[in-house]
């Protein structure tokens, strides 16, 4: 499978992508990850962040949830579907607002990454919801169709197949050389 790149020509991930080049722009998102991290972050908030991503293990597969009945104007101009992965014991990564500085900043810069390789919108979760346009009663069912346990977060993607599974992609692997750039900040830091 192939995934599509919009904007300027860069590597996805190095699933889809072999050779130098992939590893080279993996390598890159690494330092920009860090760079991003160092100048975003205070040292509480990298710990703060760190005691979540610690937990970090890999993603469940993709599924789709069908809401039918959904006010939210991305889910209906995508066929009233979104495709969506649960990452276990993430719960709390991606809330935002004012007494959430950390997870907001965090939130932001993976997203901003998402966004600058793939050339779409990124993804949401359900620590943002009920929000654009979905329910409480919506992000309950995207929680059960997940199985989510209390401690769990689900990522959505509002694209076709292709494009869900890549931006999947990219999330997870972001997430992983987060983890490694946050301990390694915590461990010049502390």
Not at 116 to 127: H, V
Not at 155 to 163: G, I, K, Q, R, W
Request: charge should be positive; glycine fraction near 4%.
């Amino acid at each position: 499978m192939e995934c599509e790149q919009r904007g300027e020509v860069a590597a996805l991930s190095s699933h889809f992508i072999k050779g130098k080049r992939a590893s080279t722009m993996k390598m890159l998102r690494e330092v920009s990850l860090k760079h991003r991290f160092q100048e975003r972050l205070n040292p509480s908030e990298l710990m703060f962040i760190w005691n979540i991503l610690k937990e970090l293990t890999a993603s469940a597969s993709i599924c789709i949830v069908e809401l039918p009945h959904t006010k939210s104007n991305m889910i209906q101009h995508n066929k009233w579907i979104i495709y969506c992965a649960r990452y276990p014991n993430l719960k709390g990564l991606f809330r935002k607002g004012p007494q959430h500085t950390a997870t907001t900043s965090f939130g932001r810069i993976i997203c901003d990454e998402v966004k600058q390789t793939l050339g779409n919108t990124g993804f949401f979760t359900t620590d943002e919801l009920p929000a654009y346009g979905i329910s409480r009663n919506e992000k309950r069912l995207v929680q059960q169709a997940n199985n989510i346990g209390d401690k769990d977060l689900v990522a959505m993607f509002v694209y076709d197949e292709t494009e869900a599974k890549c931006t999947k992609n990219l999330l997870d692997e972001l997430l992983m050389s987060s983890k490694i750039e946050i301990q390694r900040l915590i461990n010049i830091t502390y």
